[in-house]
């Protein structure tokens, strides 16, 4: 039985701590909300962010203090919007046990900086890379919660350190794989979001099949290709975290990117639709780090810039996809 403890005590964060409370651990949750607190470590509920789970393990429970929460954490699971990370993290800094391994479930690029999350959590945590862990896969967390089958990928430099982790979340219905390509998680992670926007847009403006696999397959292009440039393992985009996590999220009405994209090809303006958004979605901040990202690294991204105008010029879906079939017919 490990301590673990969850910073961040969202929709994601609160399903996957129930899942570490399944697989044996004792789990607690630390969140900046204080009603959230009281319902975790009252009444065993997050009614707020994870309203279909009638009762979380009894091995779960929560602080809104922070040394508390870290005091004897051997793992630590960062939850939290990823536009807000560094903030946050920067007041655990000084209170996180030294040989903690850290792990991040984050989906999302940094806006003012163009750092993925692996960089801004050990940049704020002052870490070194090899006690840092990144999580990413399929995993839309109301299903999580259900229990229903599904799997993901632990990724650290230190191949022993994932290892660590994933025998931590390992339970009958949650399967871990484990990897070093911690940069080819960040970026399938953080660039499938953008794509779901996109998917989301044409699917809520009326489009169908044909359109969605075409912005999916496009998009998984572009995503490879940043990817690599930024020194992915190019297997880690056909695996769980990219393809895997494209089909995922680009198809299913739970993903708040794809719900979001929607409601703009519904016709709703970005401030609707952030208002109409249940949680964090991470591709809206993250595809102009995208754009600014294949800029530094010299890659075309064609599917991010056409989202970049959707969100910052409010262009239509049929002017985002004609930006996309623009230019010069290419081999594929
Ligand atoms: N929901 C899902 O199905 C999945 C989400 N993720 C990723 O996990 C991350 C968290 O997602 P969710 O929990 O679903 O989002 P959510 O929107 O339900 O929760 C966001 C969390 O960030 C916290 N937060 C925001 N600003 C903060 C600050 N300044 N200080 C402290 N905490 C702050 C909120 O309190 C909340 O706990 C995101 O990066 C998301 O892309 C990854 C896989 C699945
Ligand atoms: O990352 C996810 C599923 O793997 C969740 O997607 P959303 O953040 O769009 O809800």
Redesign the pocket.
């Known amino acids: 039985m490990t301590n673990i403890t969850v ?10 701590g129930q899942v570490l409370a399944d697989a044996g651990n004792t789990v607690t949750m630390w ?3 204080p009603e ?1 607190v009281t319902d975790i470590h009252e009444h065993h509920r997050n009614s707020y ?2 309203p279909s789970v009638e009762q979380l393990p009894a091995t779960m429970d929560a602080t809104g203090d922070r040394a508390q929460a870290v005091a004897h954490a051997e793992i630590i699971v960062v ?7 560094r ?2 993290l920067a ?1 655990f800094k000084d209170l996180i046990p030294s040989t903690a391994l850290v792990v991040s ?4 690029i940094e806006r003012t900086t163009g750092k993925r ?1 692996d960089q801004v959590v050990c940049e704020s945590l002052n870490l070194p890379e090899e006690r840092f862990v990144a ?3 399929p ?6 919660a259900d229990r229903q089958p599904a799997a993901t990928v632990v990724g650290c430099a230190d191949i022993d350190n994932a290892r660590t982790v994933a025998k931590a979340c390992e339970t009958k219905y949650f399967k871990p794989f484990v990897t070093t390509d911690v940069i080819g998680l960040e970026m399938c ?1 953080s660039l499938k ?1 953008v794509v779901a926007l996109a998917v989301g847009m044409a699917r809520g403006a009326g489009y169908g099949e044909n359109t969605a696999a075409m912005i999916e397959t496009r998009g998984l292009a572009e995503l490879t290709a940043l990817g690599k440039a930024a020194g992915a393992d190019p297997k880690t985009f056909a695996g769980l975290a990219g393809v895997g ?1 494209l089909v995922a999220t680009c198809g299913s009405p ?4 794809y719900t979001f994209g929607a409601n703009l090809g519904k016709g709703l303006s970005v401030e609707e639709a952030t208002k109409a958004s ?3 979605a ?1 591709g809206v901040p993250t595809t102009d780090a995208v754009v600014a990202l294949g800029r530094q690294l010299g890659v075309p991204t064609p599917l991010a810039s056409a989202m970049s105008d959707v969100l910052d010029k409010g262009i239509s879906c049929a002017d985002m996809l004609g930006e996309l079939f623009g230019g010069d017919i290419t081999e594929e």
Request: proline share 0%; hydrophobic share 50%; aromatic share 6%.
């Open positions: 910073l961040g005590a969202g929709a994601w964060g609160t399903a996957f969140a900046i909300e959230i962010r994870l939850a939290i919007a990823a536009q807000f990370a903030v946050a007041e479930l984050m989906k999302g999350m999580i990413s896969g995993n839309l967390s109301k299903q999580v992670g979001n996590d739970l993903s708040r990117n249940n949680g964090v991470e």
